[in-house]
């Protein structure tokens, strides 16, 4: 009885055009995604760039003082702004650290609860409702911290002798905190899971506990991916503007105690962008000055955090 050889299905003209099409609507959607992220950054530069024309840009990005009023005339008082960004940066960084003290460790501990601990029907029921608070408008979140968190806090500031301002960079960080707990966790959880099951079992065998299996083995292989969720979490945390708005206020004050009121940068670019105000004014052109700052500031972020997953990925492969 006579064999012949397998051979593969040629490649008739409707494969090959579907491949082409296939090709060709991938190509597009990579390249949709590159140019709309160049005008974006185009618009916003070309905006930027004006502002710099009539502001240095060694007083906006070194100034200490924020008061972009400007006057509708020059006889009236005020007609000189001060456009000093440190202190909108400076109250950004306060309140995205005091919500990633709150959500890193909350996120990342129910994730490795989740994905180690659990019994399946537990982790079933626990995940949904975690990730209700994803689903929660943050207005909701900002009356959450008015009404109760603040309040709290001055209250528990007044008994311990602690003067609490009743608009806090810490009552904002707490509330916020709780908003980005779903992201990390839920990202977290995910990563965790998808850690080969051979690594664990080859820690087990060489006589570790589970919970230094979770802690040598398990955590290090899912670091670039946790490292990933809480960068999407500060990115998160930075662009929020309705907590801030209602439990931060709107005052720019730099400091870097979180018991007194500060102001973000989200929240300055859409103060300066509201009401009626001429577009080629500083006023409304530092809006888009302040867009191109955080802009790279995340870019840089970004970066940081992937030089530590390589290097940190680099130090696991050779281990």
């Known amino acids: 009885?006579?064999?012949?050889?397998?051979?593969?299905?040629?490649?008739?003209?409707?494969?090959?055009?579907?491949?082409?099409?296939?090709?060709?609507?991938?190509?597009?959607?990579?390249?949709?995604?590159?140019?709309?992220?160049?005008?974006?950054?185009?618009?916003?530069?070309?905006?930027?760039?004006?502002?710099?024309?009539?502001?240095?840009?060694?007083?906006?990005?070194?100034?200490?003082?924020?008061?972009?009023?400007?006057?509708?005339?020059?006889?009236?008082?005020?007609?000189?702004?001060?456009?000093?960004?440190?202190?909108?940066?400076?109250?950004?960084?306060?309140?995205?650290?005091?919500?990633?003290?709150?959500?890193?460790?909350?996120?990342?501990?129910?994730?490795?609860?989740?994905?180690?601990?659990?019994?399946?029907?537990?982790?079933?029921?626990?995940?949904?409702?975690?990730?209700?608070?994803?689903?929660?408008?943050?207005?909701?979140?900002?009356?959450?911290?008015?009404?109760?968190?603040?309040?709290?806090?001055?209250?528990?500031?007044?008994?311990?002798?602690?003067?609490?301002?009743?608009?806090?960079?810490?009552?904002?960080?707490?509330?916020?905190?709780?908003?980005?707990?779903?992201?990390i966790s839920s990202l977290s959880d995910d990563v965790i899971t998808a850690v080969p099951r051979h690594l664990r079992e080859a820690s087990y065998g060489l006589g570790s506990t589970q919970s230094e299996a979770i802690c040598h083995v398990v955590l290090p292989a899912a670091l670039p991916g946790i490292m990933g969720a809480v960068m999407l979490a500060i990115s998160r945390a930075i662009g929020e503007t309705m907590i801030v708005v209602m439990a931060a206020g709107l005052s720019a004050n730099l400091t870097l105690n979180p018991l007194e009121s500060v102001t973000t940068v989200t929240v300055q670019i859409v103060a300066l962008l509201v009401g009626d105000q001429e577009f080629d004014s500083p006023k409304t052109l530092a809006a888009f000055a302040l867009g191109l700052m955080l802009f790279f500031v995340t870019l840089l972020l970004n970066i940081i955090a992937m030089r530590i997953v390589n290097n940190y990925r680099k130090q696991y492969g050779a281990l």
Do not use: C
């Open 1 to 183: 009885m006579s064999t012949r050889a397998t051979r593969p299905l040629p490649r008739t003209k409707p494969r090959r055009y579907g491949q082409t099409v296939v090709k060709a609507m991938l190509w597009l959607a990579a390249a949709t995604t590159i140019m709309v992220t160049a005008g974006i950054v185009f618009s916003v530069l070309l905006e930027a760039l004006h502002f710099f024309k009539l502001v240095p840009v060694s007083d906006f990005v070194f100034g200490l003082h924020w008061s972009p009023q400007m006057a509708m005339r020059a006889d009236q008082g005020g007609s000189s702004g001060a456009f000093g960004a440190v202190p909108l940066f400076v109250g950004s960084i306060l309140v995205t650290l005091v919500a990633m003290l709150v959500a890193v460790p909350v996120g990342l501990l129910s994730a490795i609860y989740m994905s180690e601990y659990a019994h399946r029907n537990t982790r079933n029921l626990l995940k949904p409702v975690l990730e209700i608070l994803a689903g929660v408008p943050t207005v909701v979140y900002g009356y959450f911290a008015i009404m109760l968190v603040a309040p709290a806090l001055r209250g528990f500031g007044a008994a311990v002798g602690l003067d609490i301002a009743s608009e806090s960079a810490l009552a904002a960080g707490l509330v916020m905190g709780v908003m980005i707990i779903p992201f």
